[in-house]
Structure formats: structure tokens, C-alpha cells
């Protein structure tokens, strides 16, 4: 039988070869990971969809946040559950508010971390929809000045980047006019600009309290269906001023990953959900698959699609199988 005189195999011989000839990293140093903080002392309120994940008092934010540290994650993602809410979600904005609390609180105890403040309203709105609702639908404009106002809020606290999820038209520019005007010119803007109307949001709404009251959020989260658009966002947001882009869900989403990458050679990000984290984690407690490979590999292939930086819930355990 021929054979040709170069073999694949060659080089999969055994681990320390494979190791000198892989094409893809994946290190603790390219992730981040979502903490979601709320009012009280000693708070540690496990997310029943959310396996080990927790909604935190800011002490045990704190304590979570040195731990995260120490592993070698350079930062975090924080979400904020608020006391009260309203129509116009006005506490998101208020410089007493969780957030706000809890940045300075971090900076203080952990300022070597990297905090990302997530800026949209859900969390903040009675109706749980990303902005102010007028005549049943998401104003885009009116949403525009509060999403402006939080995102400052948030850098006054100290916060090291913004990262608007909300997806209204034109809040990159927004943002980045509120923030140079008040001197925060230095303050980086991570947009998720491609962000996806989803099924694999429903573990997250649990933890943020974020579930919208009446309809969805298909009249501002992107169509499933549509490649071209994601690309048109993203230049659309650098135009107007983001740092980094950030496509989201992940895993259903590697072509959109790999083709922003492509277009726009720009710091990208790319945000393994709520979802996809707790399928991994229900089929693992079945016994139906190894999680420590699963993750690994789902999160080898976010990078080998094109992501700078890694969104994920799995941050903590990965860090700490990669260390071991």
C-alpha cells in the first residue's frame, strides 16, 4: 500500500509532541469572569439553573474577586442587582446604586483586577426590558441618555471598561461622547456589538432577575439568520468609537466569530453564556460527558474561531485545571 512520505501522525505521537505543535492557546490570561453582585451582607445566593455560580453580597464579591485573582484572571464582568426598580430604571444610573458601590469596593481591595461594568438596563427596568418602553416598544433615543448616564456612573466609580449590552442604535457614540466630555478619555468601551436574540440567555435572566415582562428583545438583539448584519454592527460600533467588539452567544455563533475577526482585525471578544455553561454542566452531572474535556474543548474552539478574549462562567474552574 503507498503511503506518502510526509504522515500526519507524526506529530501526535505522544503529549509532549502534540504540546510543541499546537496551533491554539488557551490560558487563563484570555478570560473573564461574570459576577453578579446585589444588595445585603454575607449574601452567597446560588443560581439554581447556574451551577456554582452565585448572586453576591459586595464582601463575598470581594472574597470572590481576590480568589478569581489569584488564579490568573485578569478580570471581571459585574452585573447588578438593584434594591428597587421602576419604568425608567433609574437607580442604574445612581451613584449610591449596587454597581457603583461595589467597583469602588473592588478597586479598593482588588485594584489590579480588571472590573468591566456591564451597562443596560434590564436589570434595572419593572418591565425588564434594555431601555424605556414607549407604546410598547424599546425608544431607542430616550434609552440612549440613560445608557449614557450609567456608563459615566460607572467610571466615577472606577471602573476600568464599559461594556454596553443593551444593542440600541448609536450607544457606542453615546457613550464615548459622555464619558470624553467628563474626562474619561482613557476609559476603554467594550461593545457587544454582535449580539444575538437567543434561546441560550434563559440561565442568566434567573441570575439577573432580568426576564422581560411582555414580549422579547427581537426588535433590538440580532436576527440568528443573518451573518452580513453582524459584520455591519461591528464596523458600526467602531466607527463610533469601541475598543473592543464582542460577538454573543459563542459556541452557535463560531463563523460569526471567526468572520468579525477576519473583517475587522480588531480586540475581540466572544461571551460563552449562561446556556451553553449550564448545558455543559446538567449533561456532566448526568454522567452523559467528561466536563472538564467538554469545556476544554468549547472554549479551545471560541479562541481557535478568532477570540481575543473569553466571556465565561467556567473562568474559576478552567484557571484552575490549566494551573494544575
Not at 237 to 265: N, S, W
Request: with cysteine; proline share 5%.
Amino acid at each position: 500500500m503507498y503511503f506518502p512520505a510526509y504522515r500526519m501522525r507524526r506529530l501526535r505521537q505522544n503529549s509532549q509532541m502534540r504540546q510543541l505543535v499546537h496551533e491554539t492557546d488557551l490560558l487563563p490570561s484570555r478570560l473573564i469572569y461574570p459576577l453578579f453582585v446585589t444588595h445585603g451582607k454575607d449574601v452567597r445566593a446560588p443560581v439554581g439553573s447556574m451551577p456554582g455560580c452565585y448572586q453576591l453580597s459586595i464582601n463575598n464579591l470581594v472574597r470572590e474577586a481576590k480568589e478569581v485573582r489569584e488564579l490568573g484572571i485578569p478580570g471581571i464582568l459585574l452585573f447588578g442587582i438593584p434594591a428597587e426598580k421602576d419604568e425608567a430604571g433609574t437607580s442604574a444610573y445612581d451613584g449610591e446604586g449596587i454597581v457603583q458601590m461595589a467597583v469602588a469596593a473592588l478597586k479598593d481591595e482588588v485594584p489590579d483586577l480588571l472590573v468591566i461594568t456591564d451597562v443596560c438596563l434590564c436589570e434595572y427596568t419593572s418591565h425588564g426590558h434594555c431601555g424605556i418602553v414607549q407604546d410598547g416598544d424599546v425608544d431607542n433615543d430616550l434609552t440612549l441618555e440613560m445608557l449614557a448616564k450609567m456608563a459615566l456612573s460607572h467610571a466615577e466609580a472606577g471602573a476600568d471598561i464599559i461594556a454596553p449590552s443593551d444593542m440600541m442604535d448609536g450607544r457606542v457614540a453615546a457613550i464615548r461622547s459622555a464619558l470624553d466630555n467628563e474626562g474619561f478619555t482613557n476609559t476603554p468601551i467594550m461593545s457587544y456589538a454582535a449580539k444575538y436574540a437567543s434561546s441560550f440567555y434563559g440561565p442568566f435572566r434567573e441570575a439577573a432577575d432580568s426576564t422581560p415582562e411582555f414580549g422579547d428583545r427581537r426588535s433590538y438583539q440580532m436576527d440568528a439568520r443573518n451573518s452580513d448584519e453582524a459584520v455591519r454592527e461591528c464596523l458600526l460600533d467602531i466607527d463610533e468609537g469601541a475598543d473592543i467588539i464582542m460577538v454573543k452567544p459563542a459556541l452557535p455563533y463560531l463563523d460569526i466569530i471567526c468572520r468579525v475577526k477576519q473583517e475587522t482585525k480588531f480586540p475581540l471578544a466572544a461571551y460563552n453564556v449562561s446556556g451553553e455553561f449550564s448545558m455543559i454542566k446538567a449533561a456532566a452531572e448526568k454522567g452523559w460527558l467528561d466536563e472538564r474535556g467538554a469545556v476544554l474543548e468549547a472554549l479551545t474552539a471560541i479562541r481557535r474561531a478568532g477570540a481575543d478574549i473569553i466571556i465565561t462562567y467556567h473562568a474559576k474552574e478552567v484557571a484552575g485545571w490549566l494551573a494544575g
